[in-house]
């Protein structure tokens, strides 16, 4: 009844994330001009200390009910699929710092397109410049927005996110050159955390992953948010959808 109420009110996408608790202050003046000057914003001490704890146990066991195991499935990266099902990462893709900014970039309705885990191994991870989405026309609005929340440190040499400030604006993918892992572009910034923290960043932003240099784990959550009719993310199943905030469900399109 509340997802048919809000689907045909006028202003739905406002009333969801008020209902997600999301107000115009969570947004800084700073972080807002960062998403549009940049393309990105890294929002610090988002998950508590009791909460990343429980999230990294989440990560490493799956699901208890499920019994889901993390395997590597290409490159030496352990992947985790499948966790709109699993309520640890419920307060993930509703969290209103972060539905705050994925509104400011995409200002339409929206929803979760994707969620996973990944942890890229020890000597492995590095990937080609590339965005999320193809190239748009002139005046065409964005599509997509990408949410990495730090289980582990990110730091400049355990494979963390690298970014290629303001190429969002951009109306062309980056050259075939950029495709080769090995590339390096000359404005490229490796965005660097606190376990806790979280990048936002426009999908249309040139970006990959870089190689884990350490011995240790550097473990994220990624979340993908589209507009609410893309049709190049298939729509997520959910399981049991009953068990979830009306909210939650809105931004699931479940």
Not at 137 to 160: C, Q, R
Not at 195 to 212: D, K, Q
């Amino acid at each position: 009844m509340f997802k048919a109420m809000i689907e045909t009110a006028a202003n739905s996408v406002e009333e969801i994330l008020l209902e997600c608790g999301v107000t115009e202050t969570l947004l800084s003046h700073r972080e807002a001009e960062a998403l549009d000057r940049d393309g990105y914003v890294v929002m610090t001490g988002v998950i508590g200390a009791a909460w990343l704890a429980s999230l990294r146990a989440a990560f490493e066991s799956g699901s208890a009910a499920n019994d889901h195991k993390p395997v590597v499935k290409e490159s030496g990266t352990r992947h985790i699929d499948d966790l709109v099902n699993k309520e640890a990462f419920d307060a993930v893709y509703t969290h209103p710092r972060v539905l705050a900014a994925v509104h400011h970039v995409l200002g339409c309705p929206f929803r979760l397109g994707q969620l996973h885990g990944r942890d890229p191994l020890p000597g492995y991870g590095q990937q080609g410049l590339h965005a999320d989405w193809t190239a748009r026309s002139k005046g065409e609005p964005y599509h997509i927005v990408t949410a990495i929340w730090m289980l582990d440190d990110f730091t400049e040499s355990n494979g963390a996110t690298r970014l290629v400030p303001g190429t969002h604006h951009l109306l062309s993918p980056p050259s075939k050159s950029f495709a080769d892992p090995a590339s390096r572009h000359s404005e490229q910034k490796i965005i660097v955390g606190a376990a806790g923290s979280v990048l936002v960043f426009n999908g249309h932003l040139w970006h990959s992953g870089t190689r884990n240099e350490s011995s240790r784990s550097r473990r994220a959550l990624q979340c993908v948010f589209v507009g609410k009719h893309e049709f190049r993310f298939p729509s997520l199943k959910i399981d049991d959808p009953d068990r979830l905030s009306a909210a939650a469900r809105y931004i699931l399109d479940a």
